[in-house]
T-cell receptor, first 111, second 114 residues
Framework: AQTVTQSQPEMSVQEAETVTLSCTYDTSESNYYLFWYKQPPSRQMILVIRQEAYKQQNATENRFSVNFQKAAKSFSLKISDSQLGDTAMYFCAFTAWGYIFGTGTRLKVLA | GAVVSQHPSWVICKSGTSVKIECRSLDFQATTMFWYRQFPKQSLMLMATSNEGSKATYEQGVEKDKFLINHASLTLSTLTVTSAHPEDSSFYIC??????????FGPGTRLTVL
């Protein structure tokens, strides 16, 4: 069975600081994708960053970067220079076919 | 990026009635769409995979006769909650992958069954 685990239900960070959200997963698939999604209060799911499992290089999107450790099945998200608009629920997701979401981490950026 | 719409965004219905939720890919074709359910402060749970021109694939524990899915065209999938009851109240979200397999999510539909 494929699972996605986010062990941090809530986190907070000061504005302009850096925060790392953890995600681990379990799968027997060799080809898959990993994602981080942001869900603000509007509840619209927004893609933050995407990582293909076959790529060793960690994905980066502006202030967002991941630390992908395939052997350890770990996929953490680092947010640099945190902004108030980053306050949201963050979901780690896995897909080989169909999506499996983690339980989410509620991030609050403090002014 | 690609856009996925859902209609309605919010619906209130009486217990025992049926409710239809539409999911449309506005600027791309989607042979597959996904339907999720999200309870308050919880994660998204995949309910079913909607396939254009064929039957939907339901996740374990999801009642096929309760949640009817029809993928009528390459841009439209519908989810009908039949004989709705208060426990069906939830936030329903659809998503569709584009050509590059990136998922685009609809804005969601909040269903309240009285």
């Amino acid at each position: 069975a494929q699972t996605v685990t986010q062990s941090q239900p809530e986190m907070s960070v000061q504005e302009a600081e850096t925060v790392t959200l953890s995600c681990t997963y379990d799968t027997s698939e060799s080809n898959y994708y990993l994602f981080w999604y942001k869900q603000p209060p509007s509840r619209q799911m927004i893609l933050v960053i995407r990582q293909e499992a076959y790529k060793q290089q960690n994905a980066t999107e502006n202030r967002f970067s991941v630390n992908f450790q395939k052997a350890a099945k770990s996929f953490s998200l680092k947010i640099s220079d945190s902004q108030l608009g980053d306050t949201a629920m963050y979901f780690c997701a896995f897909t080989a076919w169909g999506y499996i979401f983690g339980t989410g981490t509620r991030l609050k950026v403090l002014a | 990026g690609a856009v996925v719409s859902q209609h309605p965004s919010w619906v209130i219905c009486k217990s025992g009635t049926s409710v239809k939720i539409e999911c449309r890919s506005l600027d791309f074709q989607a042979t597959t769409m996904f339907w999720y359910r999200q309870f308050p402060k919880q994660s998204l749970m995949l309910m079913a995979t909607s396939n254009e021109g064929s039957k939907a694939t339901y996740e374990q524990g999801v009642e096929k006769d309760k949640f009817l899915i029809n993928h009528a065209s390459l841009t439209l999938s519908t989810l009908t909650v039949t004989s709705a009851h208060p426990e069906d109240s939830s936030f329903y979200i659809c998503s569709a992958p584009d050509t590059y397999d990136e998922q685009f999510f609809g804005p969601g539909t909040r269903l309240t069954v009285l």
